[in-house]
């Protein structure tokens, strides 16, 4: 067999949703409204983001904007605890890690309230908040309200475009609505028509659960507010503005909501701002409105189509036909569960729907999507909608740049970049150590201390494990500009654990300490429980590629020699990169512990098979081996989050059925929203994936083992299709996905055999590909 390797520009390649006919449009679709926020579809444009229910009487739009935060800058640092770590180290070698728990629940913790349990709105770590709703009622001529009929009704959001559309008919006439939050304008918009003119009849309102007021200025609503900063009151301020246009019939205003009869159309649009990062938002919020309204829809409708295209666009997949897009997506994902052979287009929706989301949810020069995304219906979000450190911010990078959207992963540069002062102090106040650490929990307020409690809160791998984010933007990239601006954080990172580690007697090793394994705990000889540890396995693993990556960057920037020594005699006394225990699992600590919870959720000790390149089934079978047995003994069943986690360990072990099994199960869908850390993850109608309750980084993870079933990188080659399912294998295509080394591949197989391929880069490169088994060296194309 022989395969070609095209040579074509780069520039020929760009793909565009006409070249690619085979591809349905991607869409979500319901013939209902939504009766509960899970089933909203959600639009954003990585600031701004609305959902609606689509209600034909009354219809809520949730509002949100990614910078509106409680809480504020703090320092909770115990700058006492460092007294306390001889003590707790002293425990930890003696063996009595319930006793060290103690002492660092005592003295080794945040001070005050830390992130309040996960419920830190009123405290000064803070939480995401719901920005509002837009609150609408409608009224249709000749018909009783209490007794509404509607027909033809049509719920949908277009990944193509960016675009949720609403359609229904009344009494004979047919109304639309549109929704985006523009890509051109930083604003909201929705378009309510009628097929009839003079037909449109409706209320509107703007409110918000607590510290807001509405009121009525220039036939506009007007929310603003200000919200808790954990300390005197006085923390972030927002302004909400809705802006009604009106084609015909009347706009009124009656006490603090607006009323509109009789129209042929209705623009709305909807802006918003906080002091976050913009001190003078409140002219802002306006000036977006004064830009927008002098636009025409059709322009305003374009411009954000194009913006958003030139992200999306960038990738295209296809798993084979399917008949499943004729069902709206919550019986077809019912469907799916039954037959998922007759729907491979299901698995492509999902993973276009990670990189919608991704484009809607972050923007270069803003924040990173958190727990939710940018999505939020409470005040009080779960987990405080914020960063954790511990699994959840990166997972949610994970896709970004296999899928072609490297510029996504910025903003987490920027966050991270403002963790580096706060660390520095936490480095100083609890271990006296250089450089900087991050534990669990961060904010939009550069959070940086250890979490409240002991067992969920002291794992010193926060600040280390960020950086394999930092770090993969440039293996993809090879961009040495952006190098050159984010060493600094992984020197202070690096210079961290490079001070902070310690001499584990038993085996001579370098080690963290004290520390956890996320978020586990162990029994110990004397039949107590603890958490605490040295050396958990993955700090261990994550300081070791972090050390490497370092010491990489050493050389290609030309600095810090005398850094780079250090770090290379200090890799050769840190642990392996994994040890194999009696039972043939991978070990989570140093010692063989019996774990309290042997299903449990996270499996960080897996950290040098995802996302770190330690453990490969070429390199290291053996620790392949010992993965996959912790894996079969974590079993498959947890929170969605956990299940794309898995899905991610299995496509990185080669084994794609079983990864297929788990998008499968990540797929389950439910309406569930109690708080879940155990089995029954799944999505919701609007497939955003449920722990429960929501949490974007299932989708994001999810998002991302698919493209690791279809290209890998890590392992010093381009993986074509390394995690093949059976069920995918009757034919398929991909353009446009991403390899390490600024690569663009394209590939296309029949009965599971690569038949096509391009690697493409700015200037033709060689590079090792691995093909239908077959490893080779080729010339990428210009
Ligand atoms: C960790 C996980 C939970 C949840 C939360 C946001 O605490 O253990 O399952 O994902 O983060």
């Given at each position: 067999m022989t395969y070609k390797l095209i040579t074509t520009f780069l520039l020929t390649i760009s793909i565009t949703t006409n070249s690619v006919a085979q591809v349905k449009p991607q869409r979500l679709w319901f013939n209902k409204p939504a009766t509960q926020w899970e089933e909203t579809i959600p639009v954003g444009n990585g600031r701004l983001g609305m959902m609606s229910d689509g209600g034909v009487l009354r219809e809520n739009v949730v509002l949100n904007d990614i910078t509106l935060w409680s809480g504020g800058v703090q320092d909770a640092n115990n700058y006492e605890a460092h007294k306390s770590l001889p003590d707790i180290r002293k425990l930890l070698l003696?063996?009595?890690?319930?006793?060290a728990q103690q002492l660092v629940n005592k003295n080794f913790v945040a001070k005050g309230a830390g992130s309040g349990h996960g419920d830190g709105a009123d405290v000064p770590f803070g939480c995401y908040q719901v920005l509002g709703n837009l609150r609408m009622q409608f009224a249709y001529k000749g018909v009783d309200s209490s007794n509404i009929q509607f027909q033809n009704y049509k719920r949908e959001l277009s990944l193509n475009d960016a675009v949720a559309s609403l359609v229904y008919t009344v009494n004979g006439v047919t109304y639309r609505r549109e929704y985006f939050t523009s890509f051109g304008d930083d604003i909201g918009i929705i378009k309510i028509s009628a097929d009839k003119p003079g037909q449109l009849n409706l209320r509107l309102g703007l409110d918000r659960p607590e510290r807001s007021e509405t009121v009525v200025k220039n036939n506009a609503l007007e929310m603003s507010g200000q919200l808790n900063n954990g300390t005197d009151g006085k923390g972030m301020k927002y302004l909400t503005k809705i802006k009604p246009q009106v084609k015909g019939g009347e706009l009124a205003v009656s006490d603090k909501q607006l009323v509109i009869t009789d129209a042929d159309e209705i623009m709305l649009y909807f802006s918003a701002g906080t002091d976050f990062k913009t001190k003078n938002f409140e002219t802002e919020t306006q000036?977006?409105?004064?830009?927008?309204?002098?636009?025409?829809?059709?322009?305003?409708?374009?411009?954000?189509i194009a913006n958003y295209q030139q992200f999306?666009?960038?990738?295209?997949?296809?798993?084979?036909?399917?008949?499943g897009d004729n069902l709206p997506t919550d019986q077809r994902l019912s469907a799916f569960q039954k037959d998922p052979g007759s729907d491979n287009e299901l698995p492509v929706l999902f993973f276009q729907y990670g990189r919608y989301l991704s484009i809607s949810s972050?923007?270069?020069?803003?924040?990173?999507?958190?727990?939710?995304?940018?999505?939020?219906?409470?005040?009080?979000?779960?987990w405080n909608g914020d960063y954790h450190l511990d699994v959840n911010i990166q997972m949610n990078q994970w896709p970004v740049e296999v899928v072609n959207l490297s510029e996504f992963n910025l903003p987490l540069a920027d966050l991270v970049k403002g963790m580096v002062k706060p660390g520095e102090k936490t480095a100083k106040a609890y271990y006296n150590a250089d450089g900087w650490v991050a534990h669990v929990i961060t904010n939009v307020w550069g959070f940086t201390e250890p979490g409240e409690e002991?067992?969920?809160?002291?794992?010193?791998?926060?600040?280390?494990?960020?950086?394999?984010?930092?770090?993969?933007?440039?293996a993809f990239t090879l961009d040495k500009n952006y190098l050159k601006d984010i060493y600094p954080i992984l020197k202070g990172a690096a210079e961290f654990y490079n001070s902070a580690l310690v001499k584990d007697p038993k085996t001579g090793w370098l080690v963290t300490a004290p520390s956890i394994s996320p978020e586990n705990s162990f029994y110990l000889p004397n039949g107590k429980t603890a958490a605490i540890c040295m050396g958990p396995t993955v700090d261990n693993q994550m300081t070791r590629e972090l050390f490497t990556n370092v010491i990489t960057a050493c050389e290609v920037l030309g600095v810090d020699g005398a850094l780079k020594t250090s770090l290379q005699n200090k890799l050769k006394q840190l642990p392996p990169p994994g040890v194999v225990g009696s039972d043939g699992r991978l070990m989570e600590w140093l010692e063989e512990y019996k774990e309290v919870e042997p299903k449990h959720r996270h499996i960080a000790h897996l950290y040098g098979l995802f996302p770190a390149p330690l453990i490969t089934p070429e390199k290291t079978p053996e620790l392949a081996a010992a993965s996959a047995k912790t894996l079969e003994a974590r079993g498959d069943d947890s929170p969605g989050w956990s299940k794309a986690y898995k899905l991610l360990f299995w496509a990185r072990l080669h084994d794609g059925n079983r990864a297929n099994k788990l998008l499968k199960e990540l797929l389950v869908p439910t309406l569930d929203t109690n708080m879940n850390y155990g089995a029954g993850g799944g999505v919701y109608p609007n497939m955003l994936v449920a722990g429960p309750p929501f949490q974007i980084d299932g989708n994001f993870g999810g998002t991302a083992g698919i493209a690791e079933m279809l290209i890998q990188s890590h392992d010093g080659y381009i993986d074509i299709l390394p995690a093949m399912p059976d069920a995918w294998k009757a034919s398929g295509e991909v353009k446009g996905l991403k390899a390490r080394g600024n690569f663009t591949v394209n590939f296309k197989w029949e009965n599971g055999k690569v038949t096509d391929y391009q690697v493409l880069s700015k200037t033709p490169q060689k590079v090792w590909v691995k093909v239908n088994g077959e490893k080779k060296e080729v010339t990428s194309t210009h």
């Open positions: 003696e063996g009595k890690n319930d006793e000036r977006w409105i004064d830009v927008a309204v002098k636009k025409s829809y059709i322009v305003q409708k374009r411009n954000h999306f666009n960038r990738t295209m997949l296809y798993l084979g036909g399917s008949k972050t923007r270069v020069g803003l924040l990173p999507p958190n727990l939710q995304g940018l999505w939020a219906n409470q005040i009080q979000t779960p002991a067992s969920w809160g002291a794992s010193n791998a926060g600040s280390g494990w960020i950086c394999n984010n930092l770090w993969e933007h440039y």
